[in-house]
């Protein structure tokens, strides 16, 4: 089975190459972390998708630590990587999102693969939800009926969200069936005691319930979604003329999926986690996330030093 780690992210809120911050005190970052989480659910390769300037530095560190432990391949995200017959927005540096980030290990992931932020610590049981869905597309356990059997990993809104400011969320809707309905990539959510909120267009606030589910771009997908993430990428840099800032607009990975769960192409079971999100969306949250990686050592839950060294 295969982990995707989007890790080409400019960090901007962070200040920085967020992922490449140590968040212990042998100087392991949250991918470590995922990576030895992957690992022991069944995970045998990562791919990292990073961008060209940072390779160096990336494979220096993380690759060295990983690389003895796991098969790792690598997948470059570049603003130049785009469709023939169109062109880069003037004065356009940012990257195009996180469908165009997955869309770039066209060339090397052939299996159902499991997709993660690279600033996201989930935990171990994540991992163990993804890699057992996997697992059973890689045996051909679901239908053959041509539709993409995919997974997602759904936590509780008021259990991913820091106390420094708003964050991005899918929020999701999810039949009596677990499975997803509608997927709404929602900005600026923020805490409102054990629930939240967030601005509609017209800036006024809307209440979120904190049980809700939301998306943590965590996903289990079929080899058959790399295709369609291209010609989904396609179809947004066609509409790109017509977005209202050319030089920002992404094209997400929860919105593609939605757009083929609407289309009947893909379906996704939301395996719902009671775990707790940390991360480190702001500068401000590594603290909490360094005491809470102590907290975990001390419990047992990972050794002092992932990688025995």
Known sequence: MTLVILAA??????????????????????????????????????VFIIKEAIAEDFKATIGARVEPHIAVEYAYQELSDIPEGYA???????PWGTTHAVRSTREIVKEPYGVINADDFYGRNTYEKLAAHLSKLERGEFADDGVCHCCAV??????????????????????????LVDLVETHKIEKLGNDAQYPDANGNMVFLEGE????????GLGAETIPMLDADFDVFMANLKNAADPAKAESLLPTSIDTFVKAGKVDVKVYPTESEWYGVTYKEDKPMLMAKIEEL????????????K
């Not at 820091?162 to 929020?171: E, Y």
């Not at 809700?212 to 996903?219: D, F, G, I």
Request: net charge positive; charged share 25%; aromatic share 10%.
């Open 9 to 46: 992210g400019m960090g901007s809120r962070f200040g920085g190459v967020k992922q490449m911050e140590p968040i212990d005190k042998d100087g392991n970052f949250i991918i470590d972390y995922s990576v030895f989480d992957a690992k022991r659910a069944g995970f045998d390769k990562v």
């Open 212 to 219: 809700t589910v939301v998306s943590m771009n965590c996903w």
């Open 88 to 94: 880069i927005p003037e004065g356009r540096v940012k």
């Open 297 to 308: 050592i001390a419990a047992g839950e990972y050794p002092r030093n992932l990688w025995g």
């Open 154 to 179: 759904g936590f509780k809104v008021n259990k991913t969200l820091t106390d420094k400011g708003g964050c991005s969320r899918g929020i999701c809707k999810v039949d009596e069936n677990g499975m």
